[in-house]
């Protein structure tokens, strides 16, 4: 096994017929490496979450699609459907700016736009709640 942290190499053997195990470490700050794995992390991933609501009943609204769109291109960016107690979850990029759509029939499509940032430290979750308002006969 070879654990690389830009300045130390840490080499573990281990044999099992003979249970040796040795441990060596090598500075390899002077060494350039050939193929070197980035080292930059990637985009940060945030979480969208929440409930979605019938307003005339204050019912749970179970099976109901969820679309995430990105604000920029208008492109599907992820979906999903509300479960049984009418929550949702998706996991997104962050520092984005999405729209997110709920449409039932019978209920005034709800179509907002929102930003999801994210954090450095730990994954940026956002609650947002869906209110869907029955339409006018």
């Not at 690389?4 to 002077?30: A, F, M, P, T, W």
């Not at 479960?83 to 907002?112: A, Q």
Request: net charge neutral; with cysteine.
């Amino acid at each position: 096994k070879i654990q690389i942290d830009g300045s130390d190499c840490l080499i573990c053997r281990e044999i099992s017929y003979d249970i040796i195990n040795k441990i060596y470490v090598v500075d390899v700050s002077k060494f350039t490496l050939i193929n070197p794995v980035a080292t930059e992390e990637g985009p940060k991933l945030s979480i969208l979450k929440g409930t979605v609501y019938y307003s005339d009943s204050a019912h749970l609204a179970e099976g109901v699609k969820v679309v995430i769109k990105d604000k920029d291109s208008g492109a599907e960016a992820a979906n999903t459907t509300t479960t049984s107690d009418g929550t949702y979850f998706i996991t997104l990029t962050g520092n984005k700016k999405y729209i997110i759509e709920v449409e039932v029939k019978g209920y005034i499509k709800v179509s907002e736009e929102f930003m999801l940032a994210s954090d450095k430290k730990e994954t940026f979750t956002l609650v947002k709640h869906i209110l869907l308002n029955k339409e006018k006969k």
